[in-house]
């Protein structure tokens, strides 16, 4: 996976009149999760922008409120690619990976980030993009090849997770489907359900044409 770099500052104005104004400012509220995990009650010092999110158990969750520019975030939202994420928050360096973008409804303009925090210990859910390679037989039947599910979820720790998910389909027959239960990558664990079809070759009529065709002369 790529490494982004994206400066970010704490936020500690929040509310609805803040983030207007911040919106206006051609800058995106970020919300970075997946922090430190403490004991209630809360004996530390939170840093700016940080905030304890209670999870139960007399546990919380350490969030952190944080600002960036559209600018910054272009070319991390705006691409097919998946990122695993350098933040620079004046200085405290951490990695995450993108969890959701909320969009503005009829102006498509980026509403709000949702960020998680990563670590080599910790697996964390993604989605992958993926890519079909070969020539599948049922192709060269006169089939035609379709990708049902262009990402998947996988599961791993961040740096096993590659910038795509590649599978051949130099096997794969005519009106013959793969299934995510037909697919493994070594490190990682696919979160989607097993029977959901990837890629099929489905039947053309020219197919069937010539199928029914070689029936009639048998």
């Given at each position: ?23 206006a400012n051609n800058q ?191």
């Amino acid at each position: 996976m790529k490494t982004f770099q994206l400066s970010a500052q704490p936020r500690v104005e929040l509310g609805k009149k803040a983030t207007k104004a911040l919106r206006a400012n051609n800058q995106i509220p970020v919300v970075l999760n997946g922090g430190e995990l403490v004991e209630l009650p809360f004996k530390g010092t939170l840093k700016a922008g940080e905030k304890l999110v209670e999870i139960g158990n007399g546990k919380g969750l350490i969030t952190t409120d944080l600002v960036v520019t559209n600018d910054a975030v272009r070319k991390l939202i705006y691409t097919p690619d998946i990122f695993a994420i350098e933040l620079d928050i004046n200085g405290d360096k951490r990695m995450a990976v993108l969890k959701d973008i909320q969009f503005h409804p009829v102006k498509d303009t980026i509403l709000h980030i949702d960020l998680l925090e990563v670590s080599d210990k910790k697996p964390v859910v993604v989605e992958v993009p993926v890519k079909l390679e070969g020539h599948a037989e049922g192709v060269k039947a006169g089939g035609k090849l379709s990708l049902s599910m262009k990402k998947l979820r996988v599961k791993a720790i961040y740096t096993d997770i590659p910038e795509r998910l590649v599978i051949n389909v130099d096997d794969l027959g005519l009106g013959k489907t793969m299934q995510v239960g037909d697919l493994h990558f070594d490190k990682l664990e696919l979160m989607n359900a097993k029977n959901a079809v990837v890629c099929a070759v489905q039947l053309t009529r020219a197919a069937r044409g010539a199928a029914a065709a070689a029936a009639a002369g048998k």
